[in-house]
């Protein structure tokens, strides 16, 4: 009985890390404006481009400006094999530091989230 049981939790552990190991959340792998950068005019969009697939429904983003000023952003879209996430910015944003904060459920059925920021230049 506990020789099944020791047995059971090695199989156990071992899955989790088998399918840790297997399974690839969607990690953001590039961004437009890109992260820590400085661009001149105020993006007419944002895009993010992540290693996998996602699911529309349930990503998003919330962007903050200068003086955590929520920022008015269209509905986002998928593109680019449903792997970039494309958030129309309609206002034009004033010169200061921008931070997006992301989150995605892959088409795995995994949530990931995330934050970085881009400045505009005065
Ligand atoms: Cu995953």
């Known amino acids: 009985m506990l020789r099944t049981t020791k047995i059971l939790i090695a199989a156990f552990a071992a899955t989790i ?3 840790g190991q297997a399974l690839a959340h969607a990690h953001l792998k ?11 005019q105020s993006p007419g969009e944002i895009d993010l481009t992540f290693s996998e697939g996602l699911n529309l429904k349930f990503s998003g983003v919330t962007v903050t400006g200068p003086g ?5 952003t269209g509905n986002p879209m998928l593109m680019n094999g449903d792997s970039t996430l494309m958030i129309p910015v309609t206002d034009k944003l004033a010169s200061g530091k921008y931070t997006v904060e992301w989150r995605v459920l892959s088409t795995d059925g995994h949530k990931t989230n995330g934050s970085y920021s881009f400045t505009i230049a005065p």
Not at 31 to 36: I, L, N, Q, R, V
Not at 68 to 72: D, H, R
């Open 68 to 72: 955590k000023a929520a920022v008015k």
């Open 17 to 19: 890390i088998l399918t």
């Open 30 to 40: 590039s961004s437009t404006p890109a992260a820590d950068s400085t661009v001149k």
